[in-house]
């Protein structure tokens, strides 16, 4: 695609200017459209070094309100962003709604990078291809406009550039090691940078070829199409339902929950005996999974009273207190609200070697938002395959994902909420919403089981806590979490 690009013939000087005057004041009044329509707006610059990608972007947001955007310089990742997934500095810093943001830099630059350095072989190469598609496309189905640029020069121009930069006292720190291989493997670089674009110019987010011969030029360029872009995505029904893709990951079949026997119980010398035998060895584990690097991910689902909370207490108990945190996930603050409805689980993803215990989760899409009307028939049905999607990016990071229902009967639920409201010291735990979720029980069973089904895949499967007896689901999650840690550290 780069190689048989056919550069737009440049306008004179007069009409650049005209039409750089006129574009520039109509991306100003863009940017309150955006912010009116609550369109949020991401802007990748890529390309050469020395292409002025600096330059125009400081041209470009010269005349838009400071207020309303944000540009974030994304170089090389810190060490604290190597220890969490490959796209987590990136989707952290997507735009809230009616804002943009400008990627100087991109996820382009670290993945081909790391490729032509040698540092990750195809295999990986591809993954990660296949990673950015979806992390695009899962934004775009979400709202966002996703914008992307390169600036292309030729290899000559951009060695008299490099070499311009060195020349100049103040301007020499510009010129990185990187630009001058960059510059020294062209062809080399060039072949990649093809086969990269190719490969992700998606109808969802497309690449534009931006000519930099000349900032001025290489501006107009930018700010026109971006024009065009906005008009395009305002104009689009913010209604209109993304298309829903098929699953085409293996599923591990679980449930569904009315066949599962809630007749497990323990005795209490038993549940002490094992209980301390089971956090003693957890513990140990914790120790290896820190000094390998393993990050580990727990996430809780189950019905109100069914002991959660209980069975996340005799999990962080055994735990060292410096190597996890729990997540108590209840709804979702403004500047949440505001972002695609992963973005606050991404946010609170664990450094490798640390523990994440999610106390609810994402499943939240598909059951208390569909369910009380919170998004869209589209947004929730989508949202399976995104959360499957999702998971398998974080098993492929390394990370340990277990996935717990907490199962109870309507019957046991009756009987702690009554407990519950007639005991002063548990009051707290009872809520009006709480009776409200009580009558929609049947509704939240099907959605339950389908949520199940749609989601228990082999890397990420269900595993359904029998907690009528909430003595044995204690053990039992222990045990899960044993064997999926040791399976892991033996693998």
Known sequence: MLKEWVKDERPSNEELNSRLEKARNELAIRQMNVKEMGLPVLVVFDGWGAAGKGSVLGRIIKNMDPRFFKVETLSAPTTEETRRPFLYRYFIRIPSAGKFSFFDGSWMGEVTSHYLQGDIDKKQYKNQLTSIKRFERTLNDNGYLVVKFFFHIDEKTQKKRLKELENDAYTKWRVSEKDKWQNKHYEKCLDVYDEYIEATNQFVAPWYFIDSSSKK????????????????????????????????????QVGPLSEIPLDKTISDEEYKKELDVLQKRLGELHNELYHKKIPVIIAYEGWDAAGKGGNIKRIAGALDPRGYEVHPIAS????????????????????????????????????????????????????YNEINEFEKELVDWNAVLIKFWVQIDKDTQLARFTDRQNTPEKQWKITDEDWRNREKWDQYEEAIDEMIQKTSTKFAPWYILESNDKKYARIKALKIVIKQLEKKLNS
């Open 332 to 383: 979702p603050e403004p500047a949440e609200k505001s972002r695609h409805y992963l973005w606050r689980f991404w946010n609170r993803l664990p450094k490798d070697g640390h523990i994440a215990i999610f106390d609810r989760t994402w499943y939240g899409r598909v059951m208390v938002e569909r369910l009380e009307g919170f998004c869209s028939e589209n947004d929730w049905q989508r949202a």
């Open 217 to 252: 030029w290489a501006e107009l360029q930018v700010t026109e199409i971006l024009i065009s872009s906005i008009d395009t995505a305002l104009a689009n029904n913010k209604n209109v339902s993304a298309p829903l893709l098929q699953n085409t990951f293996p599923m591990k």
